[in-house]
């Protein structure tokens, strides 16, 4: 029945209700303004449509009473449920307004401060629900009122849900695009599904763009439980680090990452609104600026403070200057003998090879070799150092030097280009600038942020254990101002460019999800994992520091564009350099210092070479790079991993290595969505999947089970049958029926790949392992001879693999 057959067909009257006007429809029900004359007063009645299935209208009342016990401020409450002649209903609380969805349209992007106040009242009326056992499951800009308050008031709780019923059989339900990835799975109801919807809705208002949108609904169902959503670039300036390190929380794919509940993304964004501590940007407002001057003026009546400012800002001019020259450069460095002592000494170590260094004996040609921002970087570095010597404290300052130089190391091996290593070499080493003064001029003081942040433990049971407090907020609490504002002050006095400046400031919450464009942000984000992992390395048991530096790349990498493989390597680039730099700078740690873990090889604890059973699923395909779009680009691609896997192969690389490359290869090249390794498994004598890259992937792995015994006349699909005759195999569109039919099942129901590759691998013509690689549209994989040829040396690759390691 149309919508307006079915509103024709409606009585004046539905029970004592007497209905008035159409206030809006949806797929499952219309709602009207009517008049109760009991109570004499205008109610919003939403009346199911004709011929839903019986079992759906008990079930929709059956909900709807539990509802109907919510009494709360942000919810508009349930009145009745109930069935008269058929026809049921639910009479809500008539609130005169506009919804959330039809204010938008006129105003698409909110101000962040109104549109947190306005989700903290929609947190606080789920929180409400939550606590009574009620999910909503279909939260989302139309199912919000704003009353004439300006109050936001959710309703609709049409498909709600009680926590009790986790048990019991789920379906999928919800809006698309505001679906959670575990509901679009039909897992059972559970707060968290509330708490992304709230987050995509947050991130809709300070936006002003559709997070989750596809005319194809089915396709937004699979984007949320393949991809993580993200915030779009180009936000007002008042949406900050801080305000969309929660919005991204809240929209973290795995309900483990999100917030836990609504009440703690309340919170959350309650401290966005209102900071217990403020914490000012630039350190130049009020109180801020005030203890900023005096912790200046502490540092000048220190006679080594004025020098070493001098010179920094002596070469930081020379060296932004475009008239200056490299000789002016060299002057002004040998004008301090024993900078220029020291600084000879780093450009002959290895860790200057490249350049040239082994034999340089004057400042000019190491200027000419390195450049100006190499050798910038270096007096800078020396500079700080040099001002640091002959301290009561030297050996805690020393610590915190091989700290910023080890982030600074690193943040220069993960840069992609030698243009910006050198920027992100010093963004990185200055990012903690205010915590290398106070280590440098005030020892007492930043022993008791150190307190502060790392409680000891007193006498008498850990009750008498203080609770830790951020860095930010205890230097704060001592100094007057957090460490990054007295950092950024002096680099003011300094004259340090506003780049470096910039980046200094330490970006919060977690990571983002996709490689950065912005230089900028790419610069801190750079700064921030260089001296996270550089914090881990100086305060872990050296037994686990790799593990922890692992985690700590696959966690960084996606928003960095480099695999945790290559982050791995990077990390112990920069320890050996380190290991040189602090030979030939003549800082070497004390024996049982804490310092001495930074200069330590990160050594795996177990091998990860492949074993008969088992292959370490441990890549991750984080790597977000921009896919060739020529057939020349894709055939130049290939070739170069080709070769860097032959040369791999000579080196005796581990089987592991070598599979990812060859994998990663083939992601690059030809822009597949998902690739997938699967190994044979004696025991049950099927191909499983092992590991794999793209989106999505992790979920996707443990599917795979290709059988490679089939019973006597039985049919094998089509999986077994390309791995058995070992022929390779493209599957242009997998939805023809003669394809679809021979599909596995878990292929058919769960990967939905429009198109895919297989690359089956033999030993002594038994099959042992296959590649599997696709797109989401059917056609979208188009190979030319060239491209399948080197496809087949990839796979071949992986088989002399194989032979070399047996």
């Known amino acids: 029945m149309a919508a307006s057959d079915f509103n024709a067909s409606l009585p004046p009257q539905i029970g004592r209700f007497r209905l008035l006007r ?80 039809e204010q938008l349209h006129g105003k698409p992007r909110l101000k962040a401060r109104d549109a947190v106040e306005l989700m903290l009242g929609v947190l606080d009326g789920l929180l409400a629900a939550h606590a009574a056992g009620v999910v909503h499951r279909d939260l989302k800009p139309s199912n919000i009122l704003i009353d004439a308050k300006g109050r936001p008031r959710v309703m609709d709780f049409g498909i709600a849900a009680r926590v009790s019923d986790a048990g019991k ?9 505001y679906i959670s990835p575990e509901a679009a799975r039909g897992e059972a109801p559970a707060p968290v599904m509330d708490v992304f919807a709230a987050a995509v809705m947050l991130a809709e208002m300070v936006s002003g763009q559709r997070l989750n949108h596809d005319p194809d609904p089915w396709k937004a ?27 991204q929380r809240g929209l973290a794919r795995d309900a483990r990452a999100r917030w836990p509940s609504a009440k703690a993304m309340m919170d959350a964004l309650a401290e966005w609104l209102h900071p217990t501590a403020q914490l000012a940007a630039d350190g130049s407002e009020g109180g801020d600026r005030a203890a900023l001057e005096f912790l200046l003026r502490r540092m000048r009546h220190k006679s080594d403070f004025p020098a070493m400012s001098d010179s920094i800002m002596r070469i930081q001019r020379l060296t932004a200057s475009e008239n200056e020259s490299l000789g002016s450069l060299s002057n002004e460095i040998l004008k301090d003998v024993a900078l220029t002592h020291k600084l000879l000494r780093m450009v002959n170590t290895a860790h200057f090879s490249h350049a040239g260094g082994g034999s340089i004996s004057t400042v ?67 990012q903690n600038l205010g915590r290398a003064l106070t280590e440098f001029y005030f020892p007492e003081e930043a022993q008791q942020v150190r307190r502060m942040v790392r409680p000891e433990r007193k006498t008498g049971g850990p009750q008498n254990l203080a609770a830790p407090v951020s860095e930010a907020l205890a230097s704060t609490q001592v100094l007057g101002l957090s460490y990054e504002q007295l950092g950024l002050g002096v680099a003011r006095q300094w004259g340090l460019p506003d780049i470096l400046q910039r980046a200094m400031r330490r970006p919060e ?83 049982n210092s804490p310092a001495q873990r930074l200069l330590a090889p990160l050594t795996p604890a177990p091998s990860d070479s492949l074993s008969p059973h088992q292959l370490h699923a ?41 599979l990812r490359m060859v994998l990663e290869t083939m992601y690059r090249g030809l822009g597949f969505d998902r ?132």
């Not at 169902?221 to 801080?242: F, H």
């Not at 404290?393 to 700290?403: D, G, N, S, T």
């Not at 464009?517 to 700064?527: I, K, S």
């Open 22 to 101: 159409r206030l809006g429809e949806g797929a499952q029900a219309t709602v009207w303004l009517a008049h109760d004359p009991r109570l004499d007063r205008e109610v919003a009645l939403k009346l199911l449509r004709p011929g839903t299935d019986p079992s759906s209208v008990d079930e929709w009342l059956h909900e709807a009473r539990a509802v109907s016990r919510l009494t709360h401020a942000n919810i508009v409450p349930v009145f009745e449920a109930d069935v008269q002649e058929g026809q049921a209903y639910l009479v809500f609380e008539y609130v005169a307004g506009l919804t959330l969805a």
């Open 169 to 177: 059989p789920q379906r999928i339900v919800g809006t698309p695009g």
């Open 221 to 247: 169902v699979r984007r949320v439980t393949e991809q993580e959503l993200q915030l779009p670039s180009g936000l007002n300036a008042d949406v900050d680090d801080k305000l969309r390190a929660i919005v």
């Open 364 to 430: 000019s040609r190491a200027a000419a070799l390195i450049g100006f921002g190499g050798i910038r970087n270096l007096a800078l570095s020396l500079i700080v150092l040099e001002r640091m010597e002959n301290k009561a404290h030297a050996q805690q300052l020393r610590e915190e030097f091989l700290r910023s130089l080890m982030a600074a190391s690193l943040a220069r091996e993960l840069s992609p280009n030698s243009r910006e290593s050198e920027e992100a070499f010093l963004c990185a080493m200055f």
């Open 509 to 591: 919450g977690e990571p983002p999800a996709k490689l950065m464009d912005n230089p900028v942000e790419r610069q801190r984000w750079l700064a921030r994992a260089a001296n996270d992992v550089a914090d881990v390395i100086l305060q872990s048991d050296p037994s686990e520091a790799h593990a922890k530096v692992r985690a700590m790349a696959q966690r960084y990498s996606r928003a960095l564009g480099i695999t945790a493989d290559a982050f791995d390597q990077a990390a112990d680039q920069a320890r050996q350099k380190l290991s040189q730099l602090a030979v030939a700078m003549d800082i070497l740690p004390a024996k």
């Open 618 to 658: 441990t890549f991750e395909a984080t790597q977000v790079l921009q896919q060739p779009q020529s057939r020349e680009q894709i055939a130049q691609v290939l070739a170069a991993g080709i070769q860097d896997i032959t040369d791999a192969m000579v080196e005796s690389v581990k089987l592991n290595e070598i």
């Open 675 to 806: 690739v997938v390794f699967c190994l044979r498994d004696a025991r049950t004598e099927t191909l499983t999947g092992r590991f794999g890259l793209g989106s999505g992937v992790e979920a996707v792995v443990p599917l795979f089970k290709v059988p490679l015994r089939v019973a006597t006349g039985a049919l094998p699909d089509l999986f077994s049958a390309v791995a058995l005759k070992g022929a390779d195999t493209l599957i242009a569109d997998a939805s023809l029926p003669n394809i679809a039919e021979r599909l596995p099942v878990w292929h058919r129901q769960d990967l939905r790949a429009g198109s895919f590759l297989l690359l089956p691998m033999a030993l002594k013509g038994a099959p042992f392992a296959l590649i599997y690689a696709d797109k989401p549209e059917p056609g979208s994989i188009d190979l030319g001879e060239k491209e399948l040829s080197l496809l087949r040396t990839l796979r071949n690759q992986a088989v002399m693999a194989f032979r070399q390691a047996s």
